[in-house]
């Protein structure tokens, strides 16, 4: 249905502390295997440490990797080294003007940046998926300064969508909430967002 409407990349939940949308490996799996380039094929992972987010991507067979948390444990090379051909998405939940320090010092290590509105020092981490706008002022700085495409998220809709773009100017626009209803894709409210996105 995403790529009908014409996505050019998919999005795949693994494992989140919360949030919509998360599915098992092994759906992961099967779905990456009929995404074809140019679309790319994401996994979101919650995973902190190099050696969890290899053993994630070896499980699953996605072309990019979104980390929706901070790297804790080993670094952005391990990564490269073990998979080479991965494309790396560092999330980057823009809380303030301490977000911008935060892309600045992650950017030259991966290949883009997402902007989202989660919170990662919740008692229970809201990764993504929060239905939730931040500032678009501070993504605006981040995508001036940063020398890598910039992905943003959190809280778009058909209604704001438009602005976003305007405002932050981003490499691309990402969606989860506002295209659902029941939790499911609906087909609906991807044509109204795509639309929107286009105008």
């Known amino acids: 249905m995403a790529i009908a409407h014409g996505a050019d990349a998919l999005g795949l939940v693994g494992k989140m502390p919360s949030g919509p ?10 779905i990456t295997r009929i995404i074809h380039p140019p679309l790319a094929s994401f996994l979101l992972t919650s995973e902190q440490s190099a050696k969890g987010i290899i053993e994630h991507i070896s499980r699953v067979h ?25 494309r790396i998405v560092q999330v980057i939940h823009v809380t303030g003007e301490e977000s911008i320090e ?14 989202d509105s989660g ?9 993504g998926g929060t239905g939730n706008t931040h500032n678009w002022e501070i993504s605006k700085e981040i995508v001036r300064q ?15 969508v438009k602005e976003a ?3 932050v100017n981003p490499f691309a626009v990402d969606i989860c909430s506002a295209v659902r209803t029941n939790g499911r894709l609906d087909a609906a409210k991807l ?5 929107a996105v286009r105008s």
């Open 191 to 195: 044509g109204a967002f795509f639309t």
């Open 62 to 86: 996605t072309n990019t990797v979104q980390i929706v948390d901070e790297l804790t444990e080993g670094s952005y090379d391990q990564i490269r080294a073990a998979l080479p051909h991965l």
């Open 119 to 127: 919170n990662p020092k919740a008692a229970v981490k809201k990764m």
């Open 102 to 115: 935060q892309a600045l010092a992650v950017s030259n290590h991966v290949d883009s940046i997402l902007l």
């Open 165 to 167: 773009i305007q405002t």
């Open 21 to 30: 949308g998360p599915i098992a490996d092994e759906l992961i799996a099967s």
């Open 146 to 160: 940063v020398p890598v495409p910039v992905f943003l998220a959190g809280g778009l809709n058909t209604g704001n």
